[in-house]
């Protein structure tokens, strides 16, 4: 077999990356508040009017963790802070997986450090610098509990200016305090797994899936029996649309997006099992990946209740035993997401 180019490698790598922060739930742009305070942590002890916490996939750079001055272009943020050159209220939180400097630090694996951007050829050209104004920037990479680099915990400056050593060991000490909350996740993982073998032989569909967009993270084998077997990470609405025709998905957003269990009550729809029209009961609950952790999923239970006034007993028990479980450990933070 032919040795991997260093090509092949780096795509292999981003690859990995992108699955180990889908495993985590950190494969998308939502905020944080245990990234917002280490990035405001930043911004204070090396007095920059900008910083972030970036986590990087193959496609783009999302921004989970971010400092920004609150102040109006142009006006001071402190005593020793330049003056602010653009609109900070329309920096987004997401940019292309090409874009500044945090790209950088991951492919080398080692902390960037540029006193002044206009002394380097290489990235004197950066849409950073001539979107932003950027001058100075110092980058570090953020690793997980296994090693492997999702992406940097970075300040930047719009002035030139020296990152001494002081300011750079500690920027690596700081990004070393969410190896705890990348331990946590994998802990919760291991139990989530415990919770899916349970779920896995279960009587009733159950399904995982996460984001706005509710990708299947998780199927038991009656799901797939009842409404089809679907690859996974595929958009729900797309792959299952005899679901979404009777507002299946409607009840989905609602959980998502209030944080609180919905219900979907007489759907009349057939199955793939038993094609003749029967009438089920859904129940959407939020789970969160994390403490403190915005919503990032939804787990949706189908209950069969055709031909009876409600669902039965044995139904009722299981639906409330999963809604208490994940909404228990939703709020001590159970994961959404299945590797």
């Not at 494969?27 to 090396?46: G, I």
């Not at 980058?139 to 200016?161: S, W």
């Not at 403190?292 to 007993?313: C, D, H, K, R, Y």
């Amino acid at each position: 077999m032919d040795p991997l180019t260093s090509s092949d490698q780096a795509l292999r790598a981003s690859e990995q990356r992108r699955l180990r922060l889908q495993v985590l739930g950190l494969n998308s742009v939502e905020a944080e508040a245990t990234f917002d305070r280490v990035a405001r942590l930043a911004a204070s002890f090396t007095r920059s009017p900008l910083a972030m916490v970036n986590f990087i996939n193959d496609e783009r750079q999302m921004f989970r963790g971010m400092y920004i001055p609150t102040s109006s272009p142009g006006e001071k943020v402190g005593p020793d802070s330049p003056a602010i050159p653009f609109d900070l209220s329309e920096l987004s939180r997401e940019a292309p997986g090409d874009y500044g400097f945090c790209p950088h630090v991951v492919a080398q694996g080692s902390q960037l450090a540029l006193d002044d951007v206009f002394d380097y050829p290489r990235f004197k050209g950066n849409p950073l610098v001539n979107d932003l104004g950027v001058r100075s920037y110092l980058g570090t990479p953020l690793r997980d509990n296994t090693g492997m680099i999702l992406g940097t915990v970075c300040v930047a400056d719009f002035e030139p200016r020296q990152w001494d050593r002081r300011i750079r060991e500690a920027m690596q000490e700081l990004s070393e305090t969410l190896l705890a909350d990348f331990k946590l996740r994998d802990s919760l993982l291991a139990q989530q797994q415990e919770l899916f073998a349970v779920f896995d032989g279960a009587p009733f569909p159950i399904m995982l899936t996460e984001g706005p967009n509710h990708l299947l993270r998780y199927a038991n084998g009656k799901q797939g029996q009842a409404f089809g077997m679907v690859p996974q990470f595929s958009p729900g609405r797309l792959a299952l649309p005899h679901l979404d025709a009777v507002g299946v998905f409607n009840a989905m957003d609602d959980a998502f997006h209030s944080g609180r269990a919905a219900t979907l009550s007489r759907a009349h729809l057939g199955t793939y099992d038993y094609p003749q029209p029967q009438e089920f009961d859904f129940l959407c609950t939020p789970v969160r990946t994390s403490p403190g952790a915005p919503i990032s999923g939804v787990l949706t239970v189908a209950m069969n209740v055709t031909g009876q006034a409600f669902a039965g007993p044995e139904q009722q028990a299981f639906a409330a035993n999963v809604q208490e479980r994940f909404e228990r450990l939703g709020a001590g933070a159970f994961p959404g997401q299945r590797p």
